[in-house]
């Protein structure tokens, strides 16, 4: 059986119609995983027995009760390792967790298997997520399956690869400053990036905290609708999570374009930006406007800002947050050292990769005494400023179309040593983290090298279920998703 371009609907129809078991379809993508990883790098760890035995007993479950199936009943699939799993290795791309077994699941991952999913995988990533290319993991690069010398975007670059390759039917990503939106858009996929606080966040290994979202990423909209509808939702243990409803996300996708009105920014915004990246997007818009969809010229002034902002708040954050890995607890802890304090220093400067150690001081900088005022608290309210012109915008229209990126897949090595041009490649994503709203990422065709380029919708707060409307619209106007016929591994 051809697994490769399978998405979550076959595969719940393969198995409601009895052509396949969860069993054979585990297997099946195991070994997938197993043979491509050395191209691709996608995995860390491939739980295979675990994922073995839940399989067997799903088997069971689905053959004395055929009809009352879960939503994700045999579903194997396999997620960023960002996301702790219980009684399998979770390393978040880092040495410091390299040995880290968790003895509990994250929500996500609670909710996951409650509805039925077999996890078989954890997914290559940057260390703690920093870091836009793959490039910052312990666990090296994750290739582009659309081109093994370029990288497949981060930090969920592991997880588009995975899913653009059909080494995973689905996964599940984090987004703090564009992890899902940029790597599905530089590996031709669906990222969607939900609003903050409509997906938990317990379990979910802290890089910013008032920024961090997990989120779908998907081989289409549909896919992308039935997993947001199982891992969304209000969480005791994640104090941010809404009490919203969660709507039934799949019942949205039927692409009505009454429902749509858009708004887009001056021309001269996007001064810079790749002229295949600028005429994607303008085709993008096009579709729209052939449609009679309204088109309103909305202005964002602040998000010129936004990039700045993001890189004093989400490095101050992560100074905090990863203030925990003290090689006491849990973790790596260096072998070697005189007494309490030579313990801490070394187990952190040989557990943390440079990128890492960059943020950790960045943070710790802009949030020492004397420097908080003109830093953090300048960026927090510059943040306000950006979530305000997003709010006045959307008293106009209820989509926003932009590019993801202002560039295709860079090649690996090109930007690694110039993290200023690594940072600015977020200009894009990053406004939309800062402000919390959802976004969903969307291939808008190729360029002459064959390269995807994105283009994400933006929506306002917890109106996921219009974007994913607006986004069943243009896949089936465009039929973008074709783009995955191209990969063939
Ligand atoms: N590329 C951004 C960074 O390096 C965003 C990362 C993310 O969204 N996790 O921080």
Redesign the pocket.
Known sequence: MDISKLGIFEIKSLLLKREVSCTELVKAYIERAERLNGILNCFITINRESALIEAKQTDEIIQKNPDGIRPLDGLPIAIKDIFVTRNIRTTCGSKILGNFVPPFDATVVRRLRDAGAIIFGKLNMDEF????SNENSYFGPVKNPFDLSRSPG??SGGSAAAVAAGLTPASVG??????IRQPAAFCGIVGMKPSYGRISRYGMIA?SSSLDQAGPMCRNVRDCAILLESIAGNDPKDSTTMSTPVPHYTEWIVGDPSEITVGILRPDTYEGVNPEVLSAYQNVVNLFAKHNIPITEIELPHIKYAVAVYYLI?TSEASSNLARYDGVRYGFRSGEFGNLREMYIKTRMEGFGDEVKRRIILGTFALSSGYYDAFFRKASQVRRLIANDFYKAFSKVNTIIMPVTPDVAFRLGEKVSDPLSMYLS?IFTIPVNLAGLPAISMPAGRNREGLPIGVQFIGKPFDEHTLLNTAAFYERESMCMNILNEVNL
Request: proline content about 0%; overall charge negative; hydrophobic content about 25%.
């Open positions: 997520a920093m870091g836009s981060g930090s984090t987004d703090t400053g564009g992890s890089f989400a977020d």
